[in-house]
């Protein structure tokens, strides 16, 4: 004798089987790891005209800010019109893939150029905003540098 199991089970069954669905998506979704771009995005989103008008300054100059990675070092090469300059500011390397990468170094210059050891960095993928002063004006760039190499 087959035994049939009538509709109203049918029913009942599949909505508990959604439900216990829905509880295990939740529960994980609680320990999956969610990093902020900025801990203070909103002051941020204040000062972001300030950043708008250092970019335009950026764009003005003769030559974008040369980076690049060797074995050792990250090095940051100034335009040239900076040449005798006191240069001043701060590198922030944004990792977007952990916050804990994420690394906010001083720029020290000699001749133009800011080198920066690899071994205060992770080998992964950094956005790099670069924000600097000189002869009184603010400038920013912001590039990207892969280290996972």
Known sequence: MIMRISWGYKIALLYCSFVALMIVLVVKSMHQKID????????????????????????????????????????????SE???????????????ANADFDKDIPLATANNICMIPRSLLQHTRYSLKINWEAAGKKYYQETDLNLAQ
């Open 36 to 79: 902020l771009v900025s801990k203070d995005y909103y002051a941020e989103e204040l000062a972001f005209q300030k950043q708008i008008d250092a970019g335009k300054n950026q764009s003005a100059l003769s030559a974008a800010i040369g980076i690049h990675a060797d074995a050792q070092n990250v090095v940051i090469e100034f335009p």
């Open 82 to 96: 900076f040449k005798n300059e006191s240069i001043q500011g701060k590198v922030h390397f944004y990792a977007p």
